[in-house]
């Protein structure tokens, strides 16, 4: 298996303002012989991407797993997670309440 830490741009794909970019670990069989299917791992609990690739515990590598049946393995943090960047979560919460404030305000 071989594996490839990239950063992906998420800029403009949710409400939240700044440059961001979530984190991936694209793991690739060792062998390709043809077209492949592409897997998606997004762990939860605050776990990070590094979740599906334990290598101290034999045989505990879910990605290794898949790689082994000829997916292509995508682990990926999601926003506030891992290495993904860390936004200010407030800041798009405090625009929407006053938003919809706003809204209702304008409806009365």
């Known amino acids: 298996m071989r594996s490839y830490d990239l950063k992906v741009g998420v800029t403009g794909a949710t409400d939240l303002s700044g440059e961001l970019s979530a984190a991936v670990t694209v793991h690739v069989p060792d062998r390709i012989d043809g077209p492949l299917s592409v897997l998606f791992g997004f762990p939860g609990g605050g776990f990070g991407r590094r979740y599906y690739d334990i290598r101290r515990l034999p045989g505990y590598s879910q990605a290794e797993y898949h790689t082994t049946q000829g997916f292509v393995f995508v682990a990926c943090d999601q926003l506030g997670v891992g290495d ?23 409806a009365a």
């Open 84 to 106: 993904s960047d860390h936004p200010d979560l407030r800041e798009p919460r405090r625009r929407r309440a006053c938003d919809g404030r706003e809204r209702r305000r304008r």
